[in-house]
T-cell receptor
Framework: DVKVTQSSRYLVKRTGEKVFLECVQD?????MFWYRQDPGLGLRLIYF???????EKGDIPEGYSVSREKKERFSLILESASTNQTSMYLCASSLQGARGYGYTFGSGTRLTVV | DQQVKQNSPSLSVQEGRISILNCDYT??????FLWYKKYPAEGPTFLIS?????DKNEDGRFTVFLNKSAKHLSLHIVPSQPGDSAVYFC????????????FGKGITLSVRP
């Protein structure tokens, strides 16, 4: 069964900490995405990557960075966590050229910044 | 600027009746549209899609209708079942934009037994 695995289901971090959210997919997908889900705001794209070492900003990149050193792994980094980054973070992957039905999402990481 | 809009945050229907979930978009470059379903503590899963060259796509109990002139699509669920209770996201994409999707805010559907 193909999967997108997010390393943690729940995280609690302190304000100012550097936070790493890890995502691994086993489908050999080229595209990987990070979204955050907030009540009343839906899914908002933070960053995405079409290939190893490539990254592009989404709609809300401020306060975040990403790393994609290997095809299967896409990491989201909160350089200095703040309380407004408390959210559900969702990673997704898809094949190059695939339409949206090709998205496979992970189960999400619920991050709380205190 | 919200390009995909789901203006109703919630919908409650009786089991066995029809659920109609609406979605509007503003970007005329979108050429395919999708609905995703999300249960709590799980990632969204693909439900159904439609290309801009069609006006209807059906898959079992789920039908999506597209009205391009109105920039409006809707998801019909007939008959609704309690297991359909979830958050439904409308999403849109542009084939030339390399799979990047724009999502709406989502609508919470509750199906009462």
């Amino acid at each position: 069964d193909v999967k997108v695995t997010q390393s943690s289901r729940y995280l609690v971090k302190r304000t100012g900490e550097k936070v790493f959210l890890e995502c691994v997919q086993d489908m050999d997908h080229e595209n990987m995405f990070w979204y955050r889900q907030d009540p009343g705001l839906g899914l908002r794209l933070i960053y995405f990557s079409y290939d190893v070492k490539m990254k592009e900003k989404g709609d809300i990149p401020e306060g975040y960075s990403v790393s994609r050193e290997k095809k299967e792994r896409f990491s989201l980094i909160l350089e200095s966590a703040s309380t407004n980054q408390t959210s559900m973070y969702l990673c997704a992957s898809s094949l190059q050229g695939a339409r949206g039905y090709g998205y496979t999402f992970g189960s999400g990481t619920r991050l709380t910044v205190v | 600027d919200q390009q995909v809009k789901q203006n109703s945050p919630s919908l409650s229907v009786q089991e066995g009746r029809i659920s109609i979930l609406n979605c509007d978009y503003t970007n005329s470059m979108f050429d395919y549209f999708l609905w995703y379903k999300k249960y709590p503590a799980e990632g969204p899963t693909f439900l159904i899609s439609i290309s801009s060259i069609k006006d209807k796509n059906e898959d079992g109990r789920f039908t999506v209708f597209l009205n391009k002139s109105a920039k409006h699509l809707s998801l019909h669920i007939v008959p609704s079942q309690p297991g359909d209770s979830a958050v439904y996201f409308c999403a849109a994409g542009n084939t030339g934009a390399n799979s990047k999707l724009t999502f709406g805010k989502g609508i919470t559907l509750s199906v009462r037994p």
